[in-house]
T-cell receptor, first 114, second 113 residues
Framework: AAGVIQSPRHLIKEKRETATLKCYPI?????VYWYQQGPGQDPQFLIS???????DKGSIPDRFSAQQFSDYHSELNMSSLELGDSALYFC?????????????FGPGTRLTVL | AQSVTQPDIHITVSEGASLELRCNYS??????LFWYVQSPGQGLQLLLK??????LVQGIKGFEAEFKRSQSSFNLRKPSVHWSDAAEYFC???????????FGKGTMLLVSP
């Protein structure tokens, strides 16, 4: 079965640079979530989208922005990168009509900021 | 606000021994509960989930979990641990419908020979 795809899998950037992470949800899933997992930490919710509209917002820095496109893929844009942004970024997808809130996670993008 | 507590940061179990990982949640209504496993540098794999009905749920890889409303717990169990089970385990809670998940801090499982 198709899973959530994230690209790139690994990304190395310098401080103050920008980064774009991409997420391709499971086909027919309409909701995308972004989570950030720092070293040794639990995943923290950043932001989510349903039908291309932002639906919920967590602890996402103002330097970050995200959107969901007409094909339901999503991109997380990160600017003015800081050392503390080094983390594993997960995307998850779900189908809103599935009231059980079952989210399927991608493999993550590991961002390293030098 | 919903929250999840995993009181054990690390647990070491001998291969072949039984395992129980603890999870306590705080939520105003009946929560939807999940256990995920994460191998080093890897993504989150869903082990099992509880929505309603039978309070003992079966998952993949021989894992099971029991929902106890009176104790606000959702402990993960496995009767016989294999070396390949060594990983980090996260308990998560989410309200009904589409919404974000709140994760516990995780329990790192080490398996000794």
């Amino acid at each position: 079965a198709a899973g959530v795809i994230q690209s790139p899998r690994h990304l190395i950037k310098e401080k103050r640079e920008t980064a774009t992470l991409k997420c391709y949800p499971i086909p027919r899933h309409d909701t995308v979530y972004w989570y950030q997992q720092g070293p040794g930490q639990d995943p923290q919710f950043l932001i989510s989208f349903y039908e291309k509209m932002q639906s919920d917002k967590g602890s996402i820095p103002d330097r970050f922005s995200a959107q969901q496109f007409s094909d339901y893929h999503s991109e997380l844009n990160m600017s003015s990168l800081e050392l503390g942004d080094s983390a594993l970024y997960f995307c998850a997808s779900s189908l809103k009509s599935n009231s059980y809130n079952e989210q399927f996670f991608g493999p993550g993008t590991r961002l390293t900021v030098l | 606000a919903q929250s999840v507590t995993q009181p054990d940061i690390h647990i070491t179990v001998s291969e072949g021994a039984s395992l129980e990982l603890r999870c306590n949640y705080s939520y105003g209504a009946t929560p939807y509960l999940f256990w995920y496993v994460q191998s080093p540098g890897q993504g989150l794999q869903l082990l099992l989930k509880y929505f309603s009905g039978d309070t003992l749920v079966q998952g993949i890889k021989g894992f099971e979990a029991e929902f106890k409303r009176s104790q606000s717990s959702f402990n993960l169990r496995k009767p016989s641990v294999h070396w390949s089970d060594a990983a980090e385990y996260f308990c998560a809670v989410g309200p009904s419908g589409y919404s974000t998940l709140t994760f516990g801090k995780g329990t790192m499982l080490l398996v000794s020979p």
